[in-house]
């Protein structure tokens, strides 16, 4: 075991770099239409402010392809590939979606905000961490050699952390029914000679009205200190979600 602090100053030195080049892949495991469980693999590389959270992110998804994501305080604006931008309507090329649209509904991710497409979100849960610290190991991380350490998620405090993450509206029922049953989420955090964060892990499932959605998710940063530039969309090229029927719904996974 280490002193759970270093897991805080862990994130702290994180913070300090500033901005960081992010990589993230995640396996979600949804409900089929048989009832059978189908896996559907997600892929996203990009740029993130670490102290703003502010983030730009081209994500790989089945069926809808590339997608740019950029996240601005507590927005996700999405620029869909061109099959599927002329179905928006206006003729606009981005759609905007609040975190508050995305926490409300009987969905919501155990990290608030956006959840696996926020990578702010994911690193935020490190101040978040319980007494619990447990040291894995060593490895490589992108070449670099990192300490492996398992911490705990202190749920109460995450759910705080998601409110904050979600303004405007209610952070989603299910996911108060979890943190109230689950009180620690177990992450795994790779930390490098630095004290910088290398790569976080993490399981979560999200009930679904009867059935669940099951996320393994990892994050992988590098290139401390490169430049990042994040702005939000011109207005006028940009949609609100709330305008397109369903959209919001389908995000939040009600």
Same mark, same amino acid.
């Given at each position: 075991?280490?002193?759970?602090?270093?897991?805080?100053?862990?994130?702290?030195?994180?913070?300090?770099?500033?901005?960081?080049?992010?990589?993230?892949?995640? %396996?979600?495991?949804?409900?089929?239409?048989?009832?059978?469980?189908?896996?559907?693999?997600?892929?996203?590389?990009?740029?993130?402010?670490?102290?703003?959270?502010?983030?730009?992110?081209?994500?790989?998804?089945?069926?809808?392809?590339?997608? %740019?994501?950029? /996240?601005?305080?507590?927005?996700?604006?999405?620029?869909?590939?061109?099959?599927?931008?002329?179905?928006?309507?206006?003729?606009?090329?981005?759609?905007?979606?609040?975190?508050?649209?995305?926490?409300?509904?009987?969905?919501?991710?155990?990290?608030?905000?956006?959840?696996?497409?926020?990578?702010?979100?994911?690193?935020?849960?490190?101040?978040?961490?319980?007494?619990?610290?447990?040291?894995?190991?060593?490895?490589?991380?992108?070449?670099?050699?990192?300490?492996?350490?398992?911490?705990?998620?202190?749920?109460?405090?995450?759910?705080?952390?998601?409110?904050?993450?979600?303004?405007?509206?209610?952070?989603?029922?299910?996911?108060?029914?979890?943190?109230?049953? /689950?009180?620690?989420?177990?992450?795994?955090?790779?930390?490098?000679?630095?004290?910088?964060?290398?790569?976080?892990?993490?399981? %979560?499932?999200?009930?679904?009205?009867?059935?669940?959605?099951?996320?393994?998710?990892?994050?992988?940063?590098?290139?401390?200190?490169?430049?990042?530039?994040?702005?939000?969309?011109?207005?006028?090229?940009?949609?609100?979600?709330?305008? /397109?029927?369903?959209?919001?719904?389908?995000?939040?996974?009600?």
């Amino acid at each position: 075991s280490v002193n759970p602090f270093s897991i805080g100053k862990a994130y702290a030195d994180t913070i300090s770099a500033r901005t960081a080049r992010i990589s993230m892949t995640a %396996e979600v495991t949804v409900p089929g239409a048989s009832g059978a469980q189908q896996s559907v693999h997600l892929a996203a590389n990009g740029a993130m402010n670490l102290a703003t959270k502010a983030a730009d992110v081209t994500a790989t998804m089945p069926v809808i392809g590339s997608l %740019e994501m950029r /996240i601005v305080g507590t927005t996700m604006y999405m620029h869909f590939p061109a099959a599927l931008a002329n179905q928006i309507p206006g003729g606009k090329s981005w759609v905007s979606l609040s975190f508050g649209q995305l926490c409300g509904g009987s969905g919501g991710s155990l990290f608030g905000g956006a959840g696996a497409a926020d990578p702010g979100s994911a690193l935020e849960q490190l101040r978040n961490s319980g007494s619990v610290v447990r040291d894995v190991g060593s490895g490589t991380v992108d070449g670099a050699p990192a300490t492996h350490y398992r911490v705990t998620i202190d749920m109460a405090k995450a759910l705080q952390s998601a409110k904050t993450r979600c303004p405007g509206g209610p952070v989603g029922q299910n996911l108060q029914n979890v943190a109230g049953r /689950i009180h620690f989420q177990p992450m795994d955090v790779w930390v490098d000679g630095q004290d910088r964060v290398r790569r976080v892990h993490f399981v %979560e499932t999200v009930p679904v009205q009867s059935k669940s959605i099951t996320t393994d998710m990892t994050m992988d940063l590098s290139d401390f200190g490169t430049p990042v530039q994040v702005s939000a969309p011109p207005a006028a090229d940009t949609l609100d979600a709330a305008q /397109i029927p369903g959209f919001d719904q389908a995000a939040q996974g009600a």
